[in-house]
């Protein structure tokens, strides 16, 4: 019996694992023997459909979530994490059902509200972003992920100023956000503020350069440096030697620096799942665009800026640096 106790403990430890792998095997053991009660095994289903997610693998997530529902219908990180699941399925509306179940049994989950802003923010419908936003940083007024994320709404909105403010704010909590430099230096480049932006784009490739925020933000940087007439490769090619670029938006790095052509571009954007080609064909659309500007293409330069314009979700940052460059080139 000893023995035993010992087994299940050493479980339980590896259920509460930070690493994903072992908490699926810890948790997948306490599973199999069955002897949990309702609300553990419950638990134990909940942390092993997390680690699920925390490894992209939603539908398993999805599957070991509704299990821990079925078992125990009150706990709210449940539907919580089912949310996040289905969020990154891009299935919004079930997401939303999911939050709302985990606010209504905890009224002050401001994870919930963040999350769920997250979702209206991926929906488009950034005013409801904006209020759930509010609402988790009225639980937690140093909530810096959530300063960072509502500026990233009301940047969608056109509201660059309240934009502004929130990611100084984000930023003030949490100096380690390089995304938060990185949309910051973005309104910065919309705003054709362009010390200020180069700033925070060097500011977000040193913090962190091999993260996909550095390779956004070389790309912006590459940006800058079109629009004042050089092509300078440097940090590119920096960024380029230690991130993984086998992944999006890996193939515009790639293209910037000349390994790719715009044909090999687009057609990198046009794999991987449906629901996020519409944001690959915005970026390639974007970046072609702004090459060809570079080069005096004007003709071309207008037809993949229009494009990315059209096409680029509402939620997509490159939507309104699109229009911006079609109005300063006078389009």
Not at 90 to 102: H, K, P, T, V
Request: overall charge negative.
């Amino acid at each position: 019996m000893a023995a035993m106790g010992q087994s299940r403990q050493e479980n339980l430890n590896k259920c509460h694992s930070a690493d994903p792998d072992t908490r699926i095997a810890g948790c997948s053991a306490l599973i199999q023997v069955g002897k949990e009660t309702t609300e553990d095994l419950s638990a134990a289903y909940e942390i092993r459909g997390v680690a699920y997610e925390d490894k992209g693998d939603y539908d398993h997530a999805i599957e070991d979530l509704n299990e821990s529902i079925r078992l125990n219908p009150r706990v709210a990180d449940s539907f919580y994490s089912r949310g996040i699941a289905y969020n990154h399925k891009y299935e919004f509306d079930r997401a939303i059902q999911d939050y709302n179940e985990a606010v209504r049994l905890k009224s002050d989950f401001k994870y919930a509200f963040w999350a769920r802003g997250h979702t209206y923010r991926n929906k488009g419908e950034f005013d409801r972003a904006i209020q759930d936003y509010n609402e988790a940083i009225r639980l937690d007024a140093n909530f810096a992920g959530a300063y960072g994320d509502r500026g990233e709404a009301f940047f969608h909105r056109g509201d660059y100023k309240s934009a502004l403010q929130d990611y100084n704010e984000a930023i003030g909590l949490n100096p380690n956000q390089a995304v938060a430099y990185n949309n910051r230096g973005l309104v910065y480049l919309i705003q054709n503020k362009l010390p200020a932006a180069i700033a925070d784009f060097e500011h977000t490739i040193f913090a962190s350069p091999s993260s996909i925020a550095a390779i956004n933000a070389a790309l912006w940087l590459d940006v800058v440096s079109k629009r004042q007439g050089f092509d300078d490769a440097h940090l590119l090619a920096q960024v380029a030697s230690v991130a993984d670029l086998s992944k999006w938006p890996g193939p515009v790095l790639k293209f910037d620096l000349g390994q790719v052509t715009a044909a090999e571009l687009m057609a990198a954007a046009l794999n991987g799942e449906a629901r996020v080609q519409s944001f690959q064909v915005c970026d390639a659309n974007f970046f072609i665009g702004e090459e060809a500007l570079f080069h005096h293409q004007r003709t071309e330069a207008l037809t993949h800026l229009r494009a990315a314009h059209d096409s680029c979700p509402k939620s997509d940052g490159t939507r309104d640096a699109a229009l911006t460059e079609l109005k300063r080139v006078g389009m």
